[in-house]
T-cell receptor, first 117, second 114 residues
Framework: AQTVTQSQPEMSVQEAETVTLSCTYD???????LFWYKQPPSRQMILVIR??????QNATENRFSVNFQKAAKSFSLKISDSQLGDTAMYFC??????????????FGKGTLLTVNP | EAGVTQSPTHLIKTRGQQATLRCSPI?????VYWYQQALGLGLQFLLW???????NRGNFPPRFSGRQFPNYSSELNVNALELEDSALYLC?????????????FGDGTRLSIL
């Protein structure tokens, strides 16, 4: 079974600075999908970024980028120019390559990020 | 475009009762997923419905069940409620015609067992 580990239960960063959230995973699959979701205090889970394992290029979405290290099974999220609205719980998630019953997401326990003014 | 909608927002029940949670997916999405977010346990996969059929279920007892209707909306039923069922229940939808599509989540239903 796949497992996702987020080793930082809580982090804080000053507004406008850069922060990196860590995520490691364990799988025997060669192809899969990785996601970062954020859950602000209002609680709706929002997709931040998506990475396909067969693509070597790291995904980016505006101020959000990932450092995907497939051999190390590492998938960290970098937030640049942090804003107060980035305060949220961030979840790393894994999805198998598809087919049959494989479309469920396996989540890490989350990292609570607080952006301080 | 309307997002995933869940009802009710909050549900208070007592032990032994039954709870029904509802979810409407994004228009065009045929797959609905249910997750339980319990304090200290993180997000755990409960059930996946696609095209009206249960495709996969997580490690939960049979008293957690559900169904998907022809319009792709879904219900999650929890029978014989126990205190540890208190959690936020999140519904997500996706279009699974292409592998690896992200799931879009609703606001959740907070189920409290007294």
């Amino acid at each position: 079974a796949q497992t996702v580990t987020q080793s930082q239960p809580e982090m804080s960063v000053q507004e406008a600075e850069t922060v990196t959230l860590s995520c490691t995973y364990d799988t025997s699959e060669n192809n899969y999908y990785l996601f970062w979701y954020k859950q602000p205090p209002s609680r709706q889970m929002i997709l931040v970024i998506r990475q396909e394992a067969y693509k070597q290029q790291n995904a980016t979405e505006n101020r959000f980028s990932v450092n995907f290290q497939k051999a190390a099974k590492s998938f960290s999220l970098k937030i640049s120019d942090s804003q107060l609205g980035d305060t949220a719980m961030y979840f790393c998630a894994f999805m198998k390559p598809g087919g049959g019953s494989n479309y469920k997401l396996t989540f890490g326990k989350g990292t609570l990020l607080t952006v301080n003014p | 475009e309307a997002g995933v909608t869940q009802s009710p927002t909050h549900l208070i029940k007592t032990r032994g009762q039954q709870a029904t949670l509802r979810c409407s997916p994004i228009s065009g999405h045929t797959s609905v997923y249910w997750y339980q977010q319990a304090l200290g346990l993180g997000l755990q996969f409960l059930l996946w419905y696609d095209e009206g059929e249960e495709r996969n279920r997580g490690n939960f007892p049979p008293r957690f069940s559900g169904r998907q209707f022809p319009n792709y909306s879904s219900e999650l039923n929890v029978n014989a409620l126990e205190l540890e069922d208190s959690a936020l229940y999140l519904c997500a939808s996706s279009s699974d015609r292409v592998p690896g599509q992200p799931q879009h989540f609703g606001d959740g239903t907070r189920l409290s067992i007294l």
